[in-house]
Every structure is written in structure tokens, then in C-alpha cells.
């Protein structure tokens, strides 16, 4: 079991900033392959990111490839969401989750492990 608590959410300008974070308990984090969803209102939950169990390796949606960076801080079980050049489309509640599963996972049926999510709003 992996108990997961995202913070860092808010409201924010477009082209702004915010960091979010996600801190895991339970089982030892550094088994586990982290990714970040997000759910906007009336929209299906869809991937963001998600890094493999050392942090060496990351993958992106199109949509936040080059403004977006995931990494890991297994000595502090932490995931982070470190989100540039906000745009108001970016709006959504945002899930970190996890998944033993070594090899690449982009869909949410794929992960056992979910936060509670916390609230990104961008203002245009």
C-alpha cells in the first residue's frame, strides 16, 4: 500500500508558475513508477507525466512537453510537478499516482495508487 498527498495547487496567472508535490508513505517509494493526471470539469482524466522508479527516465503529454518537469526525490518520497508558462486550458485538478509497473504507463487504468488531487486554476 501507497499513500499519496498532493499539495502545491492555487490559482495562478497565464504564463505563471506553481510547483506541485506529492508526498508518498508506505511501501518504499523507490519501487514504484510515479505519474501526474489531471481531470478538468465535464473532461475524462488524462496524462501529464511520469517518471521511472530511479528518475532517469520522463515522459510527456504533447500538450505540456517543454513547460512542464516531473522528478523525484526518493530519499524524501517525494514526486514534484514543476509547472511553467501556464495557460488557462491547463486548468484541472491534478493526481499524482503510482504503479509497480516498471515499463512505460500513460493511461489511469494502469496505476493502483492515487492521491486526493489538488486544484491548478489559470487565470487569462
Known amino acids: 500500500q501507497v499513500q499519496l498527498v498532493e499539495s502545491g495547487g492555487g490559482l495562478v496567472q497565464a504564463g505563471g508558475s506553481l510547483r506541485l508535490s506529492c508526498a508518498a508513505s508506505?511501501?518504499?517509494?523507490?519501487?514504484?513508477?510515479m505519474g501526474w493526471f489531471r481531470q478538468a470539469p465535464g473532461k475524462e482524466r488524462e496524462f501529464v507525466a511520469t517518471i521511472s522508479w530511479h528518475g532517469g527516465s520522463t515522459y510527456y503529454a504533447d500538450s505540456v512537453k517543454g513547460r512542464f518537469t516531473i522528478s523525484r526525490d526518493n530519499a524524501k518520497n517525494t514526486v514534484y510537478l514543476q509547472m511553467n508558462s501556464l495557460k488557462p486550458e491547463d486548468t484541472a485538478v491534478y493526481y499524482c499516482?503510482?504503479?509497480?509497473?516498471?515499463?512505460?504507463?500513460?493511461?489511469?487504468?494502469?496505476?493502483?495508487?492515487w492521491g486526493q488531487g489538488t486544484q491548478v486554476t489559470v487565470s487569462s
Open positions: 499516482a503510482a504503479t509497480p509497473n516498471v515499463l512505460l504507463v500513460l493511461t489511469p487504468t494502469g496505476y493502483n495508487y
Open positions: 508506505g511501501r518504499a517509494f523507490s519501487d514504484y513508477r
